[in-house]
């Protein structure tokens, strides 16, 4: 067949393995809101959120409609948000968000990562403090002032608001996702997707090879099928 089989082959499954475990967070997260908040997307903002997430995914519907499913059933466990804090080699701060339904099971693949890769597995508190949390609304852009736009949802939260691609980038504090979606929604705009993220207050620089090195840190720890998200704070 060939180099050229053997690399579109190999990117192919790349792409779908990247798929698979994108659905597979997405629906964890849609379980969890659903155990939270109840089924109907009506009623509960942040199911009604994932499903338009799910759908800038290309996540099929049926597998939205299992996750649900799944939620409300009686004989399923359910899932809790835990995160693990941590440092790589050269004091490199690392977050690690899951979502597990045996904590035990997850905090032991954690620390196994770590300590196999020569970083140091930390105490609660130990990194989270030197990340913001923020929330994030990605809108279709359908000529709007971005100038107008963010001093008409400063007041519900809205801290940085810019163009990106053919949307509209909204950033806020991470309490405010509830106050900026409902005055997005209220205001008829479309949101194509939305969710959580880590910013690092002070970044570190690394060479190639030391990045070499925490790469396959970070690689294995996202690979985890707990594992959501992976912060750190390299430059």
Partial sequence: MGRAFEYRKARKLARWGKMAKTFTRI???????VKAGGPNPDSNARLRALIQNARSENMPKEN????????????????????????GPYGIAILVETATDNNTRTVANIRTIFNKYNGS????????????HKCHFRVRNTGLDIEELEFEFIDYGAEEVFEDEDCIMIYGDFSSYGSLQKA???????????????????????????????????????????VLNVYHNIA
Avoid at 27 to 33: A, L, R, V
Avoid at 66 to 86: M, N, Q
């Fill in 121 to 132: 597995f930390g105490t609660q508190g130990s990194v989270e403090f030197l990340f913001d």
């Fill in 184 to 226: 997005i929604e209220d205001k008829g705009f479309e949101i194509v997707n939305s969710g959580f993220d880590r910013f690092p207050q002070t970044t570190k620089e690394l060479t190639e090879e030391q990045q070499v090195e925490i790469d396959k840190l970070l690689e294995k720890l996202e690979d985890d099928d707990d």
């Fill in 27 to 33: 629906g964890k997260e849609i379980e969890m809101s």
């Fill in 64 to 87: 939205v409609d299992r996750a649900i499913k799944r939620a409300i059933s009686k004989d399923t466990s359910a899932y809790k948000d835990v995160l693990y804090e941590g440092f």
